[in-house]
């Protein structure tokens, strides 16, 4: 049994079918980075596990359950937790207050807060600033932080490199290599290199399908698997 399962996944948007039989694996404490080209149906695989776009055929298995069927704020308390793409917070809110607002009701804030801090020591540092006026590379920080409250076990991060220099993306490496010492990871990402850098394993995925898997060791762009999926 793997830690995640996806089993032949298929999901719509309406009657556009997005995802046309996904099937992958992570297993504990693995970075697993879905990689392939725009619009091929990553950030719907991440959205399909969280059940944000239930899929209409397959199975998702979370530690051995199934978790389709069950609502998205379900999904999170099973410990599943969500960095979208575009680093989502509340601009006008402090550090701080973006990480309260992201504890759970039942959950104990102080102690949420001291475990990201702890995670993340220069978050505290900026914890009365506003999101909003946060460098690109700190609120990113601030997104993986928002995604571990509540000490979640499986972490999905969509396009943490999205619009960063790239200086700015080694902080967002670290923070993410940080995040996944306590946690398994699914990553989307369009930087190649970042994704081969980071994770242990990948999935290509094309036509809402996945084409090729592996181990990243060694696995270059140029490589002949990945390029004549990647390049226009
Ligand atoms: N809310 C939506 N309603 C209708 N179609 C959507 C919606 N979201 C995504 N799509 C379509 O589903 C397909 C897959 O999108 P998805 O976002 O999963 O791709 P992706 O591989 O993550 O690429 P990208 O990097 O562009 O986000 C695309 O054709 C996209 O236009």
Known sequence: MSF??????QTYYGESHVLQGVTLDVEEQEIVAL??????GKT?????????????????????????GKDTHEVSNDGIGWVPEERRMFGYLTVEENIRV?????DDFEAQREY????????DEFSEKEARNLSGGQ?????????????????LVDEPSEGLAPMIVDQVVDALETASEDTTMVL??????????????????????????????GVTADDERIRRYLSA
């Open 4 to 9: 995640l399962e996806l089993e032949d996944v």
């Open 188 to 217: 989307v990402e369009q930087n190649f290199p970042l994704a081969m850098e980071l994770a242990d394993r990948f999935y290509l995925i094309d036509h809402g399908t996945v084409v090729e898997s592996g181990s990243t060791e």
């Open 35 to 40: 990689i392939g080209r725009n619009g091929v």
């Open 139 to 155: 609120q990113q920080m601030l997104a993986i932080a928002r995604g571990m409250v509540g000490q979640n076990e499986l972490l």
């Open 102 to 106: 992201a504890v759970k009701p039942d």
């Open 44 to 68: 719907t695989t991440l959205r399909s596990i969280l059940q944000l776009t239930p899929p209409r055929e397959g199975t998702i298995r979370y530690k051995g359950e199934e978790i389709g």
């Open 116 to 123: 990201v801090y702890s995670l993340f020591p220069a978050l």
